[in-house]
């Protein structure tokens, strides 16, 4: 028999309950005890939804993110935390978020608020993490509570629980030192701790332990090769038998590694990886089990399901009991349940599969491996009526659409002169002061927004009424600006929805759903539109709305757009065809918005790349191939204008210094970038890296609810010109501002001008 198993559930709710709990909790709307009440539920039933799966994950749910939750595990806290006297929730929150609730904010808790932990992306994901820290100190102390109380919740429910658990090497690989200490060296002290966790699991009657380790689909050096045989040597006279998953990508050169670690059983991406499995199954030991991810659990297309047995019913042959087969990887990174779209097309609907279907689908692999297709005979026909209809649909390719990407050369990406020529001109004339303040696109989106646009939405109000609520925003957005005195603003974004779903719903090859939210970090979700077919842009999409945010102001308006890099990275993405294809079809569109914001008179333009270091491949030596075709596009899109006008981008919340080169090629006049909660870290690569360019690094952390103050973003950006000359720092938050309260914004920005203010007096 096939065993059938899971890596991870999505944690937020179908309806995205687990959000709207943690923002009421934070608010001090609702009790800690309603918070964990509802963490409970949504645990029983994600599990009730497992249910007919022979292991079901347990300690996948976190009330933020895996990564902390295991910090909190291994008992390693930042030393800015340990004093808090409470309850260890809101101490947790304080280092996802900088403060727990407001509630939580009195005397008696301690600590108020305290640097929230850096937080960056997860492998190649859109998920965000919250990064261990560590020191030549560090001392780990086990904490098994959670992990205990929720196996003890899944044994009351009857659920064949595997509990997951974020690996030691990759733990330490994803971490922090904060003194610059071989993290390696804590390894042992870190098994120790590992050792007694997987003995108490045992000791609660656990069978299976998930143990993660994507770090196995990068390149790794001796000394981390080193790591895993250590680690898990040591590891190996645990009483629960260890499955060790790899994912996001093939093993390669770890093939050999990976079959001979002493663990009792294996997990592969067969998704991204399948050429692993062959070699592997000559490498590894008679008894050890290997499992294939062979349902995509990062995209939301059908799997073919006919193909996929076609390969797999050889293995199950050699295998026999020894093949399980899952999910690729954690079903986090994809919505829930496809049942609840209601809206969505019909025939695009009909070649997708969210989470609770992904399940299904790995149900009929299994009972077609066990019973033979004939058991699943009407399942699998109408899967390949599905797979058959995607291909042959009309929808998906545009001639028109392939003969002008046949066209592209490269003088699309080139501008008309270098930085040095441009920047004098656009000086003389945007008629900037030293250190000019900007912010970087969004201002909050109200009780009052969100309102006027379900009513547009549902009808009940009409374009014109939608139009109004949507400037009366903007104008106020652009009146605190002014009365801040930013020196560009911005028109603050009302009318978007999201920074890539606002442009999906507007260019032709897109597809949006109603209920297809994903965790991006704590309680930010995001619904990536579904990119199905080849991209043109019918009309301009944002030129109006600029237009009349300039018609407000005197000083520079900056048009905002998203960069198609971004826009491919943060969408569900057609796997028909190369990723690049799809990237060039979106620089050319938004390549044509650019144009056109130019034609209206905006000489400030920023094209965000916040995605662009997340596209990475794992593998280093594959690095260059993706970052040639990104900034190519980047380019295209940027480099049609003249050289008065100013074009900016952003980044956010990755680590860009191995890259700095490529971000120089894509030839912003400015950019802005991630630094506050990094401490300036970012800025070491410019040490040896003579970056030519403006550039901005943010100096106000906005996913933390702390108030920057003044004296702070001084030393910051004093910081930043002890390696850029000043003349060339722009004053900015780290991100856009949506998600904050205009009650944070507007003391935090005038924090940030008037610090601008000390540094252009010199004081």
Same mark, same amino acid.
Request: negative net charge; glycine residues 6%; contains cysteine.
């Given at each position: 028999m096939i065993r059938t198993h899971n890596l991870g559930f999505p944690r937020i709710g179908a309806e995205r309950e687990l959000k709207f709990a943690l923002e009421s909790y934070w608010k001090g709307a609702s009790s800690r005890d309603a918070l964990k009440a509802l963490g409970a539920e949504l645990r029983r039933r994600h599990w009730q939804q497992q249910a007919g799966l022979d292991l079901v994950p347990v300690g996948d749910f976190a009330f933020y993110d895996q990564v902390l939750d295991m910090s909190f595990t291994l008992g390693n806290l930042p030393d800015r935390v340990r004093g808090f006297h409470g309850d260890a929730l809101d101490n947790y929150f304080r280092v996802a978020r900088g403060r727990s609730a407001e509630g939580a904010e009195d005397a008696t808790a301690c600590c108020g608020g305290?640097?929230?932990?850096?937080?960056?992306k997860w492998f190649d994901t859109n998920y965000h993490y919250i990064v261990p820290e560590f020191g030549a100190d560090t001392k780990f102390a086990l904490d098994a509570s959670r992990l205990s109380e929720q196996l003890a919740e899944a044994r009351a429910q009857g659920v064949r629980a595997k509990p997951v658990l974020v690996g030691p090497v990759t733990y330490l690989a994803i971490g922090k030192a904060k003194d610059h200490s071989d993290k390696l060296a804590l390894l042992p002290r870190l098994l120790d701790v590992y050792a007694e966790l997987l003995a108490a699991l045992a000791a609660e009657g656990v069978e299976w332990v998930q143990v993660d380790e994507p770090l196995l689909a990068t390149e790794l050096d001796a000394d981390w090769q080193h790591a895993f045989n250590t680690a898990y040597h040591q590891l190996k006279t645990s009483p629960a038998k260890l499955l060790l998953a790899s994912y996001f990508g093939p093993l390669k050169d770890n093939q050999y590694l990976a079959a001979n670690l002493p663990v009792a059983g294996l997990h592969v991406d067969a998704v991204n990886g399948r050429e692993d499995v062959l070699p592997l199954i000559g490498l590894m030991p008679a008894h050890k089990v290997l499992s294939l991810g062979v349902i995509d659990g990062r995209n939301i297309w059908k799997t073919d399901l006919n193909a996929a047995l076609d390969w797999l019913e050889p293995l199950a042959h050699k295998l026999g009991e020894r093949l399980w087969i899952a999910p690729s990887c954690s079903l986090l990174h994809v919505p829930v349940d496809l049942a609840s779209e209601r809206r969505l097309d019909p025939e695009i609907r009909s070649w997708l599969a969210y989470a609770l279907q992904k399940l299904d689908e790995l149900r009929v692999l299994a009972k077609a491996l066990d019973d033979g297709r004939d058991a699943v005979a009407?399942?699998?026909?109408s899967n390949a009526a599905a797979i058959a209809a995607r291909r042959a649909s009309p929808r998906v390719h545009n001639p028109a659409v392939k003969a002008a990407l046949a066209k592209l050369d490269g003088r699309l990406g080139e501008r008309k002169s270098g930085y040095a020529e441009r920047a004098p001109l656009q000086a003389a004339l945007l008629?900037?002061?030293?250190?000019?303040?900007?912010?970087? /696109?969004?201002?909050?989106?109200?009780? !009052?927004?969100?309102?006027? +646009?379900?009513?547009?939405?549902?009808?009940?109000?009409?374009?014109?009424a939608y139009?109004?609520?949507?400037?009366? !925003?903007?104008?106020?957005?652009?009146?605190?600006?002014?009365?801040?005195?930013?020196?560009?603003?911005?028109?603050?974004?009302?009318?978007r929805n999201d920074m890539v779903e606002y442009f999906g719903e507007q260019l032709e090859g897109y597809a949006f759903s109603e209920f297809g939210w994903v965790q991006s970090y704590g309680s930010r979700c995001v619904k990536p539109p579904i990119l199905f077919g080849d991209i043109t842009r019918p009309k301009p999409m944002t030129v109006e709305w600029i237009r009349y945010a300039q018609s407000l102001t005197k000083k520079p308006m900056k048009g905002m757009l998203t960069g198609p890099v971004t826009i491919l990275n943060w969408s569900f993405v057609r796997d028909d065809q190369p990723r690049a294809v799809s990237c060039?079809?979106?620089?050319?569109?938004? +390549?044509?918005?650019?144009?056109?914001?130019?034609?209206?008179?905006? +000489?400030?333009?920023?094209?965000?790349?916040a995605a662009l270091r997340e596209g990475l491949p794992l593998r280093r030596s594959q690095w260059? /191939?993706?970052?040639?075709?990104?900034? @190519?596009?980047?380019?295209?899109?940027?480099?049609?204008?003249?050289d008065e006008t100013q074009i900016h981008t952003h980044m956010c919340y990755s680590e860009f210094n191995d890259i700095i080169g490529s971000i120089a090629a894509m030839d912003a006049d400015v950019i802005t970038?991630?630094?506050?909660?990094?401490?300036?870290?970012?800025?070491?690569?410019? !040490?040896?890296?003579?970056?030519?360019? @403006?550039? /901005?690094?943010?100096?106000?952390?906005?996913?933390?609810?702390?108030?920057?103050t003044q004296a702070h973003i001084v030393q910051l950006m004093r910081k930043a010109a002890e390696r850029i000359p000043a003349?060339?720092?722009?004053?900015?938050?780290?991100?856009?501002?949506?998600? +904050?309260?205009?009650? !944070?914004?507007?003391?935090?920005?005038?924090?940030?001008?008037?610090?601008?203010?000390?540094?252009?007096? /010199?004081?």
């Open positions: 305290v640097a929230a932990g850096e937080m960056t009407d399942a699998l026909a008629k900037l002061p030293a250190f000019p303040t900007t912010t970087i /696109g969004s201002f909050p989106q109200t009780a !009052e927004i969100r309102h006027a +646009r379900s009513q547009f939405k549902s009808g009940a109000i009409d374009k014109a139009r109004a609520a949507m400037q009366a !925003e903007i104008a106020r957005s652009v009146c605190e600006q002014e009365a801040l005195g930013l020196d560009v603003l911005v028109h603050g974004e009302a009318e060039r079809q979106l620089a050319l569109a938004i +390549r044509e918005e650019v144009l056109d914001l130019e034609r209206a008179g905006v +000489r400030v333009i920023q094209i965000d790349e260059q /191939g993706y970052l040639d075709w990104a900034v @190519e596009a980047f380019r295209i899109t940027a480099n049609g204008v003249d970038i991630e630094t506050s909660r990094s401490d300036m870290e970012l800025l070491d690569a410019f !040490e040896h890296f003579d970056y030519p360019n @403006e550039i /901005g690094p943010g100096v106000y952390d906005i996913h933390s609810p702390n108030i920057p003349g060339r720092l722009w004053v900015n938050p780290d991100c856009g501002l949506k998600t +904050r309260q205009w009650a !944070e914004v507007i003391p935090a920005l005038a924090n940030m001008v008037e610090a601008a203010k000390t540094l252009r007096a /010199g004081a």
